[in-house]
């Protein structure tokens, strides 16, 4: 993503000294064409205090339901590239593309397993687990959920 600094009084890339770059997904503008919204997928941390944003102590805005899905992915982003000890998502993504692989099946197989049992919070705690292991491994191919949104919905006009 490229800006233009009002301090700097110049374009900038993010990232240009940090490494810490944001990859564009989409532009939209509002109804009035006077606004933006910029979606992107950050690689490192966003905000110059080596935080996963710019706004409050570092944390991200709430996000709920499929809105968090989004914050999911920038979560996973901070955690490999900050890679601490204690953060299973690192572990597990150091571990290589074939064992978050298995997890994605393993996760599969247990959603499946969930449905058959007739308990609803189950299949939602597995859905929940499935869904953050197929992040992580669509984040190690370079990948994203949204991608995966975007076939869905090129599919869905194919068929309209």
Known sequence: MVFFSRTRDRLWEKGETSGNT?????????????????????HGPTCHRNTPSCFGDGALP?????????????????????????????????????????????EGV?????ALSGDNRELVSESADLLFHLALLLR???????????EL?????ARS
């Open 140 to 150: 190690a191919r370079d990948l994203s959920l949204d991608a995966v949104g975007a």
């Open 62 to 106: 709430r996000a709920d339901g499929l809105g968090f899905l989004a914050q999911l992915e920038t979560v996973i982003a901070s955690r490999i590239a900050q890679s601490p000890e204690c953060s299973y998502t690192a572990k597990l993504y150091g571990q290589g593309l074939k064992r978050m692989a298995q997890k994605v099946g393993e």
């Open 110 to 114: 247990e959603v499946a397993l969930a």
């Open 22 to 42: 944001l990859e564009l997904v989409s532009v939209v503008t509002d109804c009035d064409s006077d606004a933006l919204l910029v979606r992107v997928h950050p």
């Open 153 to 157: 919905a090129a599919r869905h006009r």
